[in-house]
Each structure stands twice: as C-alpha cells, then as structure tokens.
C-alpha cells in the first residue's frame, strides 16, 4: 500500500515528502531533548563568511534548529497546497514564506520564554558573578556581537546574552565564568581555563 503510493508521486512530490518526514522526525526528536533539558549542545551556528560552522551569532538566525524548522514549514505547506495551486512557482513561493514565518515564530517564542526565565526571583547582579558555564552559541570577539551562554544559579539553568573581552571568538560547547554583569540580560565572560595540566 504505502509502496504504491510512494511509487505514484512525480519526483517534485518525492522530494517534498522526503524533507517532510525527515524534518519532522528531527523536530520531534529537539522537542522531546527540548523539554527534558538536553538539547542545549545540540545546535549549532553557521559562519556564513567561511562555509564553516561557528560565527557570529548576534542575531542568531543561523542555527540548525532554525534550518529544520524552515523545511519543515516549507515542505509540509507545500504538500498541503500541491492540489490548490497548479502553478509549481507559486506554490514554493507560498512555502518559502511560511517557512520564514515559522522560523520568526519560533525565534519569537524561544526569545520570550528566555526574557520570561531570566525575569525570575533571582537578581543576576549579585548571583551570576563567578557562575561557570557553557556557550550555546558562538561569541564574537573583542565585544564586537553577543552570542548566548548558559549558567547554572542556585542550581537552576538560566541563558543569557554574552560579549567577551577577548581576542578571540569563544565557540559553542567552550567552559566559561561570567566575569561581570552587564545589564540584566547581559552578560560579560571569560573562557574558563583548563585545571588539566
């Protein structure tokens, strides 16, 4: 059954139905590693100038869960609008765009529920100095953009934005301590050395 209906879709269908399934299990998979707290390690920033992974993050819109969510908007309005618009160009125009838009959602609400976390009962300026923690992603040196860290107060994972002092960009996964706090959401760092000698 399901071999025939593969077997009756046009190429063009094949390859929407492809990124459909695959993203979509993708997107469940962060879901799920989302809400049980491990998925902090899991994405990554894309340099656009090199081709490597790893740049300035600043804006943040270069991430693996954001090119997930993209194809996922995009192929699955497109194989729910395939039988509406005859027009092939019309239709991926009209997916394109909702998977923009599904991008800038979830951009919007993960930004939300961040500025909802760090509005807790805990006042960064006196708990965050000497915190240790993680880059989520990549900062740029020498204060020239905000990437994102992430530090454990009073036993409690909380994200905020980073600028760094330093020469070079702190990549993602890098130990770091928070040297001072900069306004409420903002946080200066430093790589936290090695104690492996």
């Given at each position: 059954m399901i071999s025939e209906w593969w077997s009756a879709l046009d190429l063009f269908?094949?390859?929407?139905?492809?990124?459909?399934?695959?993203?979509?299990?993708i997107f469940i998979i962060e879901t799920i590693l989302t809400f049980i707290g491990i998925d902090h390690d899991m994405d990554t920033d894309f340099d656009m100038s090199d081709g490597s992974f790893e740049g300035d993050?600043?804006?943040?819109?270069?991430?693996?869960r954001n090119l997930v969510n993209f194809l996922l908007g995009m192929s699955w309005t497109a194989i729910l609008l395939k039988e509406s618009i005859t027009s092939t160009?019309?239709?991926?125009?009209?997916?394109?765009?909702?998977?923009?838009?599904?991008?800038?959602?979830?951009?919007?609400?993960?930004?939300?529920?961040?500025?909802?976390?760090?509005?807790?009962?805990?006042?960064?300026?006196?708990?965050?100095?000497?915190?240790?923690?993680?880059v989520y992603l990549t900062i740029p040196?020498?204060?020239?953009?905000?990437?994102?860290?992430?530090?454990?107060?009073?036993?409690?994972v909380r994200e905020y934005d980073a600028l760094t002092d330093s020469d070079e960009a702190i990549k993602t996964g890098t130990p770091i301590k928070v040297v001072?706090?900069?306004?409420?959401?903002?946080?200066?760092v430093?790589?936290?050395?090695?104690?492996?000698?």
């Open positions: 269908m094949k390859i929407l139905w492809g990124i459909a399934i695959a993203t979509s299990l993050t600043s804006m943040n819109l270069y991430t693996f160009a019309l239709l991926m125009v009209i997916s394109v765009v909702a998977g923009a838009l599904l991008v800038a959602a979830v951009m919007w609400m993960f930004r939300w529920l961040s500025t909802m976390q760090q509005s807790g009962n805990i006042d960064v300026f006196k708990c965050a100095v000497g915190c240790q923690g993680k040196a020498a204060k020239s953009g905000a990437g994102k860290v992430q530090i454990t107060i009073n036993e409690t001072e706090v900069l306004d409420p959401s903002t946080l200066l430093e790589e936290l050395e090695s104690l492996i000698v």
